[in-house]
T-cell receptor, first 105, second 114 residues
């Protein structure tokens, strides 16, 4: 059964404390791995698409990487405004349950 | 680019009434749109896939007669919650698919049924 699993469920960081979020997947014939950010009461905001192992993409303090079995979302020197739930997803509308990130000032 | 709008952003209705939610892709054409439901602190639950010009495909357990979906054009899909009841209260989110399977989400609609 195709599955996407995210860890940790929740993460609290001090401002400036870098960390990584994990998304592991078991999807046959992966045709992309997507990362989204969701703020409370809002729809998910598209961040990245990764298509092949070894691919990396960056946006401001975020960098997403992909291996054959998992993807990481690295957050460098986070700020309080980075606090949100980060979702990963595979085509076939398979979403992970998300990581709730809280960055403390 | 890749903006998706939803209207209304929130709605309160009485039990037994019907509510229509619109989803529009503003700057691209989407042959496929999706409707999700989200409960507090939970992830997105796919309800149905909407293809322009054809009938929607509903996920198992989703009542097609309660949640009517119409994909009228390449930029518009609507979800009508018919005879709404309090248990239908939820956050409904649509998305539109662009090339390479990328989905772009609307801001969501908060439905409260009294």
């Amino acid at each position: 059964e195709d599955q996407v699993t995210q860890s940790p469920e929740a993460l609290r960081l001090q401002e400036g404390e870098s960390s990584s979020l994990n998304c592991s997947y078991t999807v046959s014939g992966l045709r992309g791995l997507f990362w989204y950010r969701q703020d409370p009461g809002k729809g998910p905001e598209f961040l990245f698409t990764l298509y092949s192992a070894g691919e990396e993409k960056e946006k401001e303090r975020l960098k997403a990487t992909l291996t054959k079995k998992e993807s990481f979302l690295h957050i460098t020197a986070p700020k309080p405004e980075d606090s949100a739930t980060y979702l990963c997803a595979a085509p076939g509308y398979i979403f992970g349950t998300g990581t709730r990130l809280k960055v403390l000032a | 680019g890749a903006v998706v709008s939803q209207h209304p952003s929130w709605v309160i209705c009485k039990s037994g009434t019907s509510v229509k939610i619109e989803c529009r892709s503003l700057d691209f054409q989407a042959t496929t749109m999706f409707w999700y439901r989200q409960f507090p602190k939970q992830s997105l639950m796919l309800m149905a896939t909407s293809n322009e010009g054809s009938k929607a495909t509903y996920e198992q357990g989703v009542e097609k007669d309660k949640f009517l979906i119409n994909h009228a054009s390449l930029t518009l899909s609507t979800l009508t919650v018919t005879s709404a009841h309090p248990e239908d209260s939820s956050f409904y989110i649509c998305s539109a698919q662009r090339e390479y399977n990328e989905q772009f989400f609307g801001p969501g609609t908060r439905l409260t049924v009294l």
